[in-house]
């Protein structure tokens, strides 16, 4: 930490950096399988980083959270069984727990030390694993995958970004993998990078994707705390009649106040498919 100030310098974006004033260090240390840290920032709250990449801040998470959860359930005729893949803080089970008509929640995430920081330090995320719909197991989402068929309506990879231990939940495989865990008409949506900084990888991403559904979307939202300010969702549909584009399930605006919905609404899930050209373009969508 230079002079108080935490830097995200990768080579995922190269040349480029996101930096936090930081007031405190809450938490430091290694697991297993990444460097684990808890910060105190000046302006965006508590932020978690893994491996030295930013996986949210208390200001800005539920943009991500609320988006990776609500594009794909609201674009799914009826989801009763869900699977997050990653998510150690929880954001994404919170979410998802808000949903109507979801029974089950299954969650496979590859850190136990994430999930035991995150419910001592970012308890307003961490308490998504406290509803009794969720069931937490920890393991590595690849594994898990080859272990389930035809169990899930949609699955949710909120994973960290393609270096370390999620490499290969963004390889071919792990689509063809989906697939089979998919139940009819199943949707999955993934974190995917920005056509900012990571073009290649969102075009391999949906390479893969289309490779393996007969419908698939890009869409994004603005986090300001991810490189370039925001983050891109790959979703795709086992049903070719899905149309992203048009949430099946709307809420009025009563509901998305009783959901505590602080991003998502029918407008914007409209809104974040619609591309720049020069993303449309490159992406051919
Ligand atoms: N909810 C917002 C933050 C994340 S969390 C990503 C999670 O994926 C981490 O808890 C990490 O431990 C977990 N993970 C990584 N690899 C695997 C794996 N193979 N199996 C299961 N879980 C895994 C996403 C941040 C996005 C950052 C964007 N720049």
Redesign the pocket.
């Known amino acids: 930490l230079k002079q108080g100030w935490f830097s995200e310098i990768n080579g995922l974006w190269p040349g480029i950096a996101q930096s936090l004033e930081v007031e405190k260090i809450l938490y430091e240390g290694q697991s297993e399988?990444?460097h684990v840290l808890v910060l105190q920032t000046k302006s965006y709250g508590k932020a978690?980083v893994?491996d030295g990449?930013?996986?949210?801040t208390e200001k800005d998470?539920f943009s991500?959270?609320e988006m990776i959860s609500f594009l794909p359930l609201c674009s799914h005729p009826n989801p009763k069984t869900v699977l997050i893949?990653?998510?150690?803080?929880g954001?994404?089970a919170r979410e998802v727990a808000k949903f109507p008509g979801v029974e089950k929640i299954y969650q496979?995430?590859?850190?136990n030390k994430?999930v035991e920081v995150s419910k001592q330090f970012l308890p307003f995320?961490a308490k998504g694993f406290s509803d009794p719909k969720v069931n937490l197991h920890i393991?590595?989402?690849?594994e898990f995958m080859k272990q389930h068929s035809n169990e899930f309506d949609v699955i949710i990879t909120?994973?960290?970004?393609p270096v370390?231990?999620?490499i290969?939940?963004f390889q071919e495989p792990y689509f063809a993998l989906l697939k089979k865990a998919l139940k009819p008409n199943g949707i999955v949506c993934c974190?995917a990078g920005t056509v900012w900084s990571n073009l290649d990888q969102v075009q391999d991403t949906l390479t893969h994707c289309r490779s393996i559904f007969p419908k698939v979307a890009y869409g994004v939202s603005s986090v300001p705390t991810?490189?370039t300010g925001q983050?891109g969702y790959m979703l795709g549909s086992l049903n070719p009649e899905t149309n992203f584009n048009e949430p099946l399930k709307t809420f009025s605006e009563d509901e998305l106040d009783k959901m505590e919905l602080r991003y998502y609404s029918d407008k914007i899930h409209r809104a974040s498919f619609e591309l720049p050209r020069f993303a449309k373009k490159s992406l051919k969508l």
């Open positions: 399988y990444q978690l893994l990449i930013i996986q949210c998470e991500y959270q893949v990653g998510g150690g803080d954001g994404v496979v995430e590859i850190d994430v995320m393991g590595d989402g690849f909120d994973s960290s970004d370390g231990p999620a290969s939940l974190q991810y490189p983050i």
